[in-house]
T-cell receptor, first 111, second 117 residues
Framework: KQEVTQIPAALSVPEGENLVLNCSFT??????LQWFRQDPGKGLTSLLL?????REQTSGRLNASLDKSSGRSTLYIAASQPGDSATYLC??????????FGAGTTVTVRA | GAVVSQHPSWVICKSGTSVKIECRSL??????MFWYRQFPKQSLMLMAT?????????EQGVEKDKFLINHASLTLSTLTVTSAHPEDSSFYIC?????????????FGDGTRLSIL
């Protein structure tokens, strides 16, 4: 069974600082890995999708890397803003097409 | 804009009531939809996979008779929580995958907060 862990559980940084969010998974036989953003009481917004054959994906200030062999992914958010405050979830899609989620990292960016 | 619509967004009802939640893909066909449950400050847990025109596949520990899933069309799946009790109170989220695009992201609804009194 795939286990997904996100560290840290919570993070508070001053505005402008770069954010580094970590995700690890136990079974390297994955199809892809997806990073989501969840605002309080809301659903999920997809941020980045990395296929198993890729090493990284970039979108604006966001960059996600994937090291499948070591079971790790990192989400970098450059020059953080208060609007980046949210919970960030990592989800791994296994080859049976199911998504396994981490518990998330709750980010607070202080103005 | 949203590509998956979930309704209602919030339900408060008495214990013993059955509650139906709808999940619609707005501009694409989805042969497969997924239903998740999320407790406060915890991760999403997959409850079941909804397949159009066939029976849903439930995850281990999820009661089929308690959580009825119907996927009667390529754009609509429903989850009915039967005879709901306070322990069923949770945040329920659906997602859908575009037909024929298995390597693309799943799209999620905004979730339904269910509170059973």
């Amino acid at each position: 069974k795939q286990e997904v862990t996100q560290i840290p559980a919570a993070l508070s940084v001053p505005e402008g600082e770069n954010l580094v969010l970590n995700c690890s998974f136990t079974d390297s036989a994955i199809y892809n890995l997806q990073w989501f953003r969840q605002d309080p009481g809301k659903g999920l917004t997809s941020l980045l999708l990395i296929q198993s054959s890729q090493r990284e994906q970039t979108s604006g200030r966001l960059n996600a890397s994937l090291d499948k062999s070591s079971g790790r992914s990192t989400l970098y958010i450059a020059a953080s803003q208060p609007g980046d405050s949210a919970t960030y979830l990592c989800a791994v899609r296994s080859n049976d097409y199911k998504l396994s989620f981490g518990a998330g990292t709750t980010v607070t960016v202080r103005a | 804009g949203a590509v998956v619509s979930q309704h209602p967004s919030w339900v408060i009802c008495k214990s013993g009531t059955s509650v139906k939640i709808e999940c619609r893909s707005l501009d694409f066909q989805a042969t497969t939809m997924f239903w998740y449950r999320q407790f406060p400050k915890q991760s999403l847990m997959l409850m079941a996979t909804s397949n159009e025109g066939s029976k849903a596949t439930y995850e281990q520990g999820v009661e089929k008779d308690k959580f009825l899933i119907n996927h009667a069309s390529l754009t609509l799946s429903t989850l009915t929580v039967t005879s709901a009790h306070p322990e069923d109170s949770s945040f329920y989220i659906c997602s859908a995958r575009r037909q024929g695009q298995s390597n693309q992201p799943q799209h999620f609804g905004d979730g339904t907060r269910l509170s059973i009194l």
